[in-house]
């Protein structure tokens, strides 16, 4: 499958970028070799090509291109292969820590994390999620939380707020009726075999950065073989949320941060910072 | 490695076979009747330092299967009837994927979650799709505890030269019975996998991505015609069967699995008695033997297909066989097994029927 495949309509024209003589500027800042050099599919003001990108920037700065392998969910970012050049597999829908675990399993390791958004993760595929992380596999589950199924234009997910409008909730979320949004990240920790669970927001740049940190931390933990390592990252749907990009970011200082509130929810002990010796 | 003969439950020998034939990774879901093939690799896999799993079900199975032949290791997975129901959408995947890896259907009688007991009523979902899409897989139908393991290898050697899942079509009694078994020498023929597992993307080489997603309706049917063109391949080189007594046959028993079994003591005895039966075995019941039995219709009075089902293999019988000669159909169902002696009876009446017409 080529990259071309599902891009922007041929009647749309692109802007050129004015031309630019690199040797009159100090390098401030290049996309991530990493990258695909490809236009993304994904919405004006959509989180995901910001976190592909955060990753992708973690997987070049640790010089890991070749260890990692990344499995993409169906969702938003089935496409996710499309954008990171890394290998990967695309999972059935919700089943990507299934594949990730046996990825895992056969090369230790290496570097393997899932990409998932809460319909993908938190309900067609919350059973094998729970059950890798309580196997305490060592992988990343990267967890994309925008509250809504975005792919398949704003139908409501396990994680939709209560009282939230959505074209299957159209009179808002009764949580009398599909009960409260699931908060992954707090659910996930208390099993044992969740060795890093943090929330972040990537809302404004000092969020970015911290999430980048988290994705940082949690693709080194790797290499201590202690558990798995998830970061939930509250997303924006501005399409299906029909707000601009702007008020979607308030939103989620304004309401997504009520039932899903940013930080570390399970840090690893002090003591656990080194790599498991083997059993005998 | 050992060829001496040893006693072994179906489902045993084809777990032995699976680390003979260098299987990398394992993973299952405990059913009856195949809870045995887990077992026993959960405690002899990692004596060769193999991967083995129990899965929180056979969705996680058929998903981890895909990661590990996603990341081109022997992978494979073992469930029956209901377990396998499951497995359909990750076979799909698989398939469409054009990921290697074998599958094992003890199959038990159905629909629901049924019996226990033997049947052949995965029949259909095996051979003609079974998951959604257009997608085949080869399907090996083994007749006795040595064909437990040698399609092990077969099916694992087959997997990797078509990039395809190939699926092993037995049942509970298969599965379940003791008889000899002799695991003959194997050599893995380590197909090369480079140029699309995902291993990690050295700077050397383009990334490898595994997917089945084509979202552009002409990429997609470029793939569909590519898959297409890889199941004529099937059909043309795949096709194995098995045929006894047909040289002056009158008569043909169809049938596969264990009902060929237990249709070849049926032919013994009804041969004792003067009548002119033979046997065809499809080996493979994908793809399936249309062409020989289409010329065995020149000399039949009449094909019996056998089954243990209300009658889905016979089907392609009739397919086969054009209308030239009349196709019937004689099946037990609900776990129940016939006796040679009612397929004998069978026979005589239907004989009878015939000749009256």
Same mark, same amino acid.
């Given at each position: 499958?080529?990259?071309?495949?599902?891009?922007?309509?041929?009647?749309?024209?692109?802007?050129?970028?004015?031309?630019?003589?690199?040797?009159?500027?100090?390098?401030?800042?290049?996309?991530?070799?990493?990258?695909?050099?490809?236009?993304?599919?994904?919405?004006?003001?959509?989180?995901?090509?910001?976190?592909?990108?955060?990753?992708?920037?973690?997987?070049?700065?640790?010089?890991?291109?070749?260890?990692?392998?990344?499995?993409?969910?169906?969702?938003?970012?089935?496409?996710?292969?499309?954008?990171?050049?890394?290998?990967?597999?695309?999972?059935?829908?919700?089943?990507?820590?299934?594949?990730?675990?046996?990825?895992?399993?056969?090369?230790?390791?290496?570097?393997?994390?899932?990409?998932?958004?809460?319909?993908?993760?938190?309900? *067609?595929?919350? /059973? $094998?999620?729970?059950?890798?992380?309580?196997?305490?596999?060592?992988?990343?589950?990267?967890?994309? #939380? =925008? @509250?809504?199924?975005?792919?398949?234009?704003?139908?409501?997910?396990?994680?939709?707020?209560?009282?939230?409008?959505?074209?299957?909730?159209?009179?808002?979320?009764?949580?009398?009726?599909?009960?409260?949004? *699931?908060?992954? /990240? $707090?659910?996930?920790?208390?099993?044992?075999?969740?060795?890093?669970?943090?929330?972040?927001?990537? #809302? =404004? @740049?000092?969020?970015?950065?911290?999430?980048?940190?988290?994705?940082?931390?949690?693709?080194?933990?790797?290499?201590?073989?202690?558990?798995?390592?998830?970061?939930?990252?509250?997303?924006?749907?501005?399409?299906?949320?029909?707000?601009?990009?702007?008020?979607?970011?308030?939103?989620?200082?304004?309401?997504?941060?009520?039932?899903?509130?940013?930080?570390?929810?399970?840090?690893?002990?002090?003591?656990?910072?080194?790599?498991?010796?083997?059993?005998? | 490695?050992?060829?001496?003969?040893?006693?072994?439950?179906?489902?045993?020998?084809?777990?032995?076979?699976?680390?003979?034939?260098?299987?990398?990774?394992?993973?299952?879901?405990?059913?009856?009747?195949?809870?045995?093939?887990?077992?026993?690799?959960?405690?002899?896999?990692?004596?060769?330092?193999?991967?083995?799993?129990?899965?929180?079900?056979?969705?996680?199975?058929?998903?981890?299967?895909?990661?590990?032949?996603?990341?081109?290791?022997?992978?494979?997975?073992?469930?029956?009837?209901?377990?396998?129901?499951?497995?359909?959408?990750?076979?799909?995947?698989?398939?469409?994927?054009?990921?290697?890896?074998?599958?094992?259907?003890?199959?038990?009688?159905?629909?629901?979650?049924?019996?226990?007991?033997?049947?052949?009523?995965?029949?259909?979902?095996?051979?003609?799709?079974?998951?959604?899409?257009?997608?085949?897989?080869?399907?090996?139908?083994?007749?006795?505890?040595?064909?437990?393991?040698?399609?092990?290898?077969?099916?694992?050697?087959?997997?990797?030269?078509?990039?395809?899942?190939?699926?092993?079509?037995?049942?509970?009694?298969?599965?379940?019975?003791?008889?000899?078994?002799?695991?003959?020498?194997?050599?893995?023929?380590?197909?090369?996998?480079?140029?699309?597992?995902?291993?990690?993307?050295?700077?050397?080489?383009?990334?490898?991505?595994?997917?089945?997603?084509?979202?552009?309706?002409?990429?997609?049917?470029?793939?569909?015609?590519?898959?297409?063109?890889?199941?004529?391949?099937?059909?043309?080189?795949?096709?194995?069967?098995?045929?006894?007594?047909?040289?002056?046959?009158?008569?043909?028993?169809?049938?596969?699995?264990?009902?060929?079994?237990?249709?070849?003591?049926?032919?013994?005895?009804?041969?004792?008695?003067?009548?002119?039966?033979?046997?065809?075995?499809?080996?493979?019941?994908?793809?399936?033997?249309?062409?020989?039995?289409?010329?065995?219709?020149?000399?039949?009075?009449?094909?019996?297909?056998?089954?243990?089902?209300?009658?889905?293999?016979?089907?392609?019988?009739?397919?086969?066989?054009?209308?030239?000669?009349?196709?019937?159909?004689?099946?037990?169902?609900?776990?129940?097994?016939?006796?040679?002696?009612?397929?004998?009876?069978?026979?005589?009446?239907?004989?009878?029927?015939?000749?009256?017409?």
């Amino acid at each position: 499958m080529q990259t071309e495949d599902h891009l922007l309509p041929e009647t749309l024209t692109l802007v050129q970028a004015p031309e630019c003589h690199e040797e009159e500027y100090e390098l401030v800042y290049h996309k991530p070799a990493t990258m695909v050099d490809v236009h993304m599919h994904y919405c004006p003001g959509c989180a995901h090509s910001l976190v592909h990108k955060l990753l992708m920037e973690v997987v070049e700065e640790m010089d890991i291109q070749e260890q990692t392998i990344g499995i993409a969910p169906v969702g938003c970012s089935v496409f996710a292969y499309d954008y990171m050049n890394i290998d990967m597999q695309e999972a059935a829908h919700g089943r990507a820590a299934a594949v990730a675990t046996a990825v895992k399993r056969l090369m230790p390791e290496k570097y393997v994390f899932t990409y998932q958004g809460d319909g993908d993760l938190a309900a *067609i595929g919350i /059973a $094998e999620t729970l059950h890798a992380i309580n196997r305490g596999e060592n992988i990343l589950i990267v967890f994309m #939380n =925008n @509250a809504v199924y975005g792919m398949t234009s704003g139908q409501m997910a396990p994680t939709t707020l209560a009282g939230m409008k959505t074209t299957t909730s159209p009179d808002g979320r009764d949580t009398g009726f599909y009960g409260a949004p *699931i908060k992954v /990240a $707090e659910l996930m920790a208390m099993l044992p075999g969740a060795f890093y669970v943090t929330r972040q927001t990537v #809302n =404004n @740049a000092a969020a970015v950065r911290k999430t980048k940190k988290a994705l940082e931390k949690a693709f080194n933990y790797q290499k201590l073989k202690r558990g798995t390592c998830l970061v939930e990252i509250i997303g924006n749907c501005p399409s299906n949320w029909k707000m601009t990009p702007m008020e979607a970011s308030k939103f989620i200082d304004e309401e997504m941060v009520k039932t899903f509130p940013a930080g570390d929810i399970k840090l690893p002990k002090a003591d656990e910072l080194k790599i498991k010796p083997e059993e005998p | 490695m050992t060829t001496e003969a040893k006693l072994m439950k179906g489902n045993e020998a084809l777990a032995e076979a699976a680390i003979q034939a260098g299987c990398d990774a394992y993973f299952g879901y405990p059913i009856t009747p195949q809870s045995e093939v887990l077992e026993y690799l959960a405690r002899e896999m990692p004596k060769h330092k193999r991967i083995v799993m129990q899965a929180e079900s056979e969705i996680a199975s058929i998903n981890m299967v895909y990661g590990a032949a996603g990341a081109g290791f022997r992978s494979m997975t073992s469930s029956s009837s209901p377990g396998i129901s499951l497995m359909q959408e990750g076979i799909s995947y698989l398939a469409g994927a054009e990921l290697p890896c074998l599958i094992v259907n003890v199959n038990r009688a159905g629909p629901g979650l049924g019996t226990i007991q033997p049947g052949q009523g995965d029949y259909f979902q095996s051979v003609k799709g079974g998951g959604h899409g257009d997608y085949k897989m080869i399907v090996l139908a083994p007749a006795s505890v040595q064909e437990m393991a040698d399609f092990v290898y077969l099916g694992f050697d087959l997997a990797d030269k078509y990039r395809n899942p190939v699926l092993i079509l037995s049942d509970g009694a298969i599965g379940q019975m003791m008889e000899k078994v002799v695991f003959h020498p194997y050599t893995n023929p380590n197909v090369d996998k480079s140029s699309w597992a995902t291993t990690g993307k050295p700077k050397t080489r383009e990334r490898n991505y595994i997917t089945s997603l084509f979202i552009q309706p002409e990429r997609m049917e470029v793939h569909n015609l590519k898959l297409e063109a890889k199941y004529k391949l099937i059909r043309e080189n795949e096709v194995r069967f098995e045929e006894i007594n047909t040289a002056d046959a009158e008569y043909l028993f169809v049938a596969y699995g264990l009902s060929a079994r237990i249709c070849q003591k049926a032919m013994d005895i009804a041969r004792e008695k003067g009548i002119k039966v033979g046997l065809l075995r499809p080996i493979c019941v994908y793809p399936y033997p249309y062409k020989r039995l289409e010329e065995l219709a020149a000399q039949s009075k009449f094909m019996l297909s056998v089954e243990l089902n209300s009658g889905q293999m016979v089907e392609d019988v009739q397919l086969a066989v054009k209308g030239k000669v009349p196709v019937e159909f004689y099946g037990k169902l609900g776990g129940l097994l016939p006796t040679p002696e009612e397929i004998v009876l069978q026979l005589e009446t239907l004989i009878q029927k015939h000749h009256a017409n």
